[in-house]
């Protein structure tokens, strides 16, 4: 039987739970999910295992590395559309000067 608190596996006949003491009640709890279990468990496996801490040490700095990458992706993306709208500007303020439209000048400096 599985204790609902902690998810230690004891023993079928035990009253209490001999890992974090809490009253065996007989049914698991149903309100808790299965996520949640699975981290526990796995929380549970890190704090007893340091080869678990450092797969995830890994999978963090992995995912720190995806992180740097993926913004420095959406900056360089970002910097190549400001360039390409300056150009545009640039090329439509070319236009407006030639269409001999003269701009008013003096009314808002
Ligand atoms: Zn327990």
Known sequence: MRCAKCGKEN??????????????TGKRLTSAPQRTD???????????EKKALIILGCCLLLFLFFLV????????ALRTADQRKSVSDRAV??????????????SAE
């Open 93 to 106: 303020a070319a236009q407006m000067e030639k269409s001999a439209v003269p701009p008013e000048s003096g």
């Open 11 to 24: 023993p079928e006949d035990g009253k209490f739970c001999p890992e974090c003491g809490s009253p065996m």
């Open 69 to 76: 990458v993926f913004l420095l992706f959406v900056w360089t």
């Open 38 to 48: 699975m981290w526990s468990q796995f929380l549970r496996m890190a704090a007893k």
